[in-house]
């Protein structure tokens, strides 16, 4: 049985954190699907076509990593594409306590699912796309803080 974990979230945009959870988890993993959930309450600064396009075009030489985008509940896509790992990033206590909560009520959702913390690098610990779209919001330098895929399009 392949061993295929969904890593769930906005991407908006990817992160140098994101991609560090994402390429330390290639070796746990047979597939990691990169899912863009869809929420009606937030506004993305990036089109959805955007976001999916800088996950391919960084991960075009991997063929573990797939992206694909969701609306719902995370343990119903789950199911859908066969996952029965959740991958998630912790950059701290925090991040630890609203992951476990979120783990618990999908582990309720469907008992079979399991999901893996992976705890950020710590030169990649305090971002948070939130942060990254301040920076750019405010005109300061991204560049520390997202890949190069997603630089090149900014900087155009």
């Known amino acids: 049985m392949q061993r295929i974990a969904l890593f769930p979230g ?3 945009p990817i ?4 991609t560090d959870i994402i390429d330390r988890a290639l070796d746990l993993f047979d597939e990691i699907v990169i899912g863009i959930g869809t929420n009606s309450s937030k506004t993305p600064m990036f089109s959805l076509e955007q976001r999916v396009q800088w996950i391919k075009d960084i991960y075009a030489r991997t063929p573990k990593v797939k992206v694909l985008t ?4 995370t343990a119903k896509f789950c199911e859908e594409i066969g996952a029965r790992f959740i991958l998630r990033g912790i950059r701290g206590v925090v991040d630890f306590e609203y992951e476990k909560a979120i783990a618990d009520v999908n582990r309720m959702m469907d008992n079979k699912l399991e999901t ?3 705890s950020c690098t710590p030169k990649y610990s305090t971002i948070a796309s939130s942060l990254v779209r301040d920076v750019l919001k405010y005109g300061g330098d991204p560049t520390p803080l997202l890949p190069e895929q997603v630089l090149k399009h900014i900087n155009r």
């Not at 992160?15 to 994101?18: C, M, Q, R, S, Y």
């Not at 969701?70 to 509940?73: D, E, K, R, S, T």
Request: hydrophobic share 50%; charged share 5%; proline share 0%.
């Open 116 to 118: 893996v913390f992976l």
């Open 70 to 73: 969701y609306a719902g509940l």
């Open 15 to 18: 992160t140098l954190g994101h």
């Open 10 to 12: 906005s991407f908006d």
